[in-house]
């Protein structure tokens, strides 16, 4: 069963860098079928997506949060991370590690979710 | 970007009718938009993924249709544990991946 565990910090300063950490169980982030990606959630609003990494395929990113968002990827951990930088009060939400495919041999949507992490940007 | 509408953004509806969520996009995604449900306190759940297609361990009432720029989703006899959140998402054309409004279903 997979299992997507988001971790890091529920408090980030104003201008500071939000670092999220998601771990993976029950599977593996060197798929050369799955994206493994990050998506934020503001109470009452839709989900944004953040960014995305699938291995042989390379990382894409939001063009909104482009120049603020690196993800990378620990294959001895198989963690997947998050770092977005200079944040403000809009940057506050609930941040979920999520697992989508790109072609029909897998289920090509996001088909997987964690559980979430408030983060709240605030001094 | 492709900006997805739902409507409407709220549905009054009693359990054992039937419901008719839209999703419109502003150009065309094929068949490429899933349907999530999302209840208060959880993460999304993914229900049909390429316009028609139910994901594992979704029940045969919710189905999904369309192509295009216009998709439904329709459950064909509501449940009280269908009452939730529904949005749209599609993954035509990215950067970026988007998700419609949502459209809150109420009983």
């Known amino acids: 069963q997979l299992l997507l565990q988001e971790s890091g910090p529920g408090l980030v300063k104003p201008s500071e860098t939000l670092s999220l950490t998601c771990t993976v169980s029950?599977?593996?982030?060197?798929?050369?079928?799955?994206?493994w990606g990050w998506i934020r959630q503001t109470p009452g609003k839709r989900p944004e997506w953040i960014g995305s990494?699938?291995?042989?395929?390379?990382?894409f990113y939001n063009p909104s949060l482009k120049s603020r968002v690196t993800m990378s990827v620990d294959t001895s951990t198989n963690q997947v991370s998050l770092r977005l930088s200079s944040v403000t009060a809009a940057d506050t939400a609930l941040y979920y590690c999520?697992?989508?495919?790109?072609?029909?041999?897998?289920?090509?949507?996001?088909?997987?979710w964690g559980q979430g992490i408030l983060v709240t940007v605030s001094s | 970007e492709v900006v997805l509408t739902q409507s409407p953004a709220t549905l009054s509806l009693s359990p054992g009718e039937r419901a008719t969520l839209s999703c419109r996009a502003s150009?065309?995604?094929?068949?490429?938009l899933a349907w999530y449900q999302q209840k208060p306190g959880q993460a999304p759940r993914l229900l049909i993924f390429?316009?028609?297609n139910r994901a594992t361990g979704i029940p045969a009432r919710f189905s999904g249709s369309g192509s295009g720029t216009d998709f439904n989703l329709t459950i064909s006899s509501l449940e009280p544990e269908d009452f939730a959140i529904y949005y749209c998402?599609?993954?035509?054309?990215?950067?970026?991946?988007?998700f419609g409004g949502g459209t809150r279903l109420e009983i």
């Open positions: 999520v697992r989508h495919a790109e072609q029909r041999d897998a289920v090509p949507a996001f088909d997987n």
């Open positions: 029950g599977g593996s982030v060197i798929s050369s079928r799955h994206f």
């Open positions: 990494f699938r291995d042989g395929r390379g990382t």
């Open positions: 150009q065309s995604v094929d068949i490429y």
């Open positions: 390429d316009a028609s």
């Open positions: 998402q599609q993954r035509k054309v990215w950067p970026p991946l988007t």
